[in-house]
């Protein structure tokens, strides 16, 4: 059985950065796309970004874009969220996902890891 380990997550200023890490387990990672999502008390769970098997094809969420900054290493099973220009807004629990298919959707990805907290102070 697949796992997913999410670290790297605290208490920022607005303007800082902060990276973000998945570590996962239990299955032939560099087979499956990789998504990052977040979602905020009281709100519904947002798609963030997501990177394929390969590493080469990204995508962000518009409100993400040129700020944040998805990747992965294979060879350890890694895939990270690299977060520049905090602000505010961007706090909420993080969650990276599998995925077999190229989406957006939180619901087409089959594994989640427990998520991992950010805040940005103003």
Same mark, same amino acid.
């Given at each position: 059985?697949?796992?997913?380990?999410?670290?790297?997550?605290?208490?920022?200023? %607005?303007? #800082?950065?902060?990276?973000?890490?998945?570590? %996962?387990? #239990?299955?032939?990672?560099?087979?499956?796309?990789?998504? /990052?999502?977040?979602? %905020?008390?009281? =709100?519904?769970?947002?798609?963030?970004?997501?990177?394929?098997?390969?590493?080469?094809?990204?995508?962000y969420a518009d409100?993400? =874009? #040129?700020?944040?900054?998805?990747?992965?290493?294979?060879? =350890?099973?890694?895939?990270?969220?690299?977060?520049?220009?905090?602000?505010?807004?961007?706090?909420?629990?993080?969650?990276? %996902?599998?995925?077999?298919? /190229?989406?957006?959707? $939180?619901?087409?990805?089959?594994? $989640? #890891?427990?998520?991992?907290?950010?805040?940005?102070?103003?």
């Amino acid at each position: 059985q697949v796992q997913l380990v999410e670290s790297g997550g605290g208490l920022v200023q %607005a303007g #800082g950065s902060l990276r973000l890490s998945c570590a %996962a387990s #239990g299955r032939t990672f560099s087979n499956y796309n990789m998504g /990052w999502f977040r979602q %905020a008390p009281g =709100k519904e769970r947002e798609f963030v970004a997501v990177i394929n098997w390969s590493g080469i094809i990204t995508k962000y969420a518009d409100s993400v =874009k #040129g700020r944040f900054t998805i990747s992965r290493d294979n060879a =350890k099973n890694t895939v990270y969220l690299q977060m520049n220009s905090l602000k505010p807004e961007d706090t909420a629990a993080y969650y990276c %996902a599998t995925t077999r298919v /190229w989406t957006v959707k $939180w619901n087409d990805y089959d594994v $989640w #890891g427990q998520g991992t907290q950010v805040t940005v102070s103003s």
